[in-house]
């Protein structure tokens, strides 16, 4: 079953094409970080529109690239929901318009179902149950994954995302948006263990997280560093280091918990912060201690992307899953809302 996915939850356009027995045919990302950049965060509005603007030509890349015409599609995958409503709309209206006129299937897919699942595009793919952390610019939770659709939520952030924080964190440095990849690099040459970050709510019981304090404790070390409002580079290289590693090793204590608690011992990292070099080594290191295995997709699938939507929709469509003709996005989309592979026919 050959399946076109369309991802345009927020700023990245992501445009697929996944065959069932093909594996991954072609994908293209166009990041929209320039239209936003200046305004420090992503503008809405801006987002729809450059979404519209590029989804087509994009479209028209991958057919090439896959050497095939739409001719050949059997399905489409769009994100449905959560995200930004107006950029969720545009994905949603041009997959569903361009199936019904292919006279083929069309399904919403979940944002955090395709980060979730993106691990299953490589060659090593896990075995059901694993334990899944996702880590991404609006979620930081552990989730319990039986199978296709079967999601048990072990813990989630009380307040920011992991990657929300990361780029926040990054702003008060003075580093460009989104922060959280270049925070990273600078992460690299400092020495993490100058300033002392608290690993919040590592001390009571729980799997829950909180990422708020890290931001504060950041705001506070940059004041007592900086002199007449400017970091010396050094000062900044250590705030990143010791930064990063509170976030990783307070990702890798819960993490740890969450396996013990369950006895999965197989782990999977999805969203942008499974990007995080520091993050994935950690991570393979805790799997190791409990003789379990991480997995993780290529730092390109961690990010948004087309991929990971048009793979969780194949699955579905070919379950005989459909979403109905009328357009339907649900910005707001609680995952364990979600129905196990094959239960709702149409939606
Ligand atoms: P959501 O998936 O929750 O709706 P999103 O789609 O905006 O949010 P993603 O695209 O999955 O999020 O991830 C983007 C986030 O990942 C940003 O916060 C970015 O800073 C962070 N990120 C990307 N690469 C890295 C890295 N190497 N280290 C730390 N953070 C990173
Ligand atoms: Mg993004
Ligand atoms: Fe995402």
């Not at 479209?59 to 001719?71: F, H």
């Not at 361009?98 to 069309?106: F, R």
């Not at 980060?115 to 075995?127: I, K």
């Not at 979620?139 to 072990?154: D, P």
Request: charged share 20%.
């Amino acid at each position: 079953m050959l399946v076109l996915g369309l991802e345009t939850s927020c700023d990245e356009t992501g445009i697929a094409l996944y065959d069932t027995e093909r594996g991954l045919l072609a994908h293209r990302v166009y990041s929209q970080i320039a239209v936003h950049a200046e305004y420090g965060g992503v503008v809405p509005e801006l987002a729809s529109r450059d979404h519209v603007r590029k989804g087509l030509p994009l479209i028209r890349e991958v057919m090439d690239e896959a050497n095939l015409s739409l001719k050949d599609l059997d399905g489409i995958a769009y994100t449905s929901g959560p995200g930004l409503v107006g950029a969720l709309l545009v994905g949603a209206c041009l997959g569903r318009s361009l199936a019904w006129s292919l006279d083929i299937p069309a399904v919403g897919v979940h944002h955090m179902e395709g980060h979730l699942l993106a691990p299953m595009l490589e060659e090593d793919v896990p075995d059901f149950p694993f334990i899944a952390l996702l880590v991404s610019g609006g979620h930081t939770q552990l989730v319990k994954v039986e199978g296709i659709g079967q999601y048990e939520l072990l813990g989630e952030s009380l307040d920011d995302a992991a990657g929300e924080a990361f780029d926040k964190a990054a702003k008060m440095m003075g580093l460009p948006y989104p922060g959280g990849p270049a925070l990273s690099k600078l992460a690299d040459e400092g020495d993490a263990q100058r300033f002392k970050f608290p690993r919040p709510m590592t001390d009571r019981p729980g799997l829950d997280f909180s990422f708020s304090g890290l931001k504060t404790f950041t705001r506070t070390t940059i004041l007592d560093c900086a002199v007449d409002g400017v970091l010396a580079e050094q000062d900044k290289k250590d705030i990143a280091a010791g930064f990063q590693a509170a976030v990783v090793d307070t990702l890798a204590i819960k993490c740890k918990r969450a396996m013990k608690q369950t006895g999965v011992n197989r782990l999977i990292i999805a969203g942008g912060v499974g990007a995080n070099r520091m993050l994935r080594e950690q991570l393979r290191i805790t799997a190791e201690q409990l003789k379990g295995k991480v997995y993780y997709p290529r730092p390109a699938l961690c990010t948004d992307n087309g991929a990971m939507i048009a793979y969780a929709g194949a699955q579905r469509l070919n379950a005989g899953e459909t979403s109905d003709i009328a357009v339907k996005c649900v910005p707001r989309w609680p995952m364990t809302d979600l129905q196990p592979l094959g239960k709702v026919l149409s939606q």
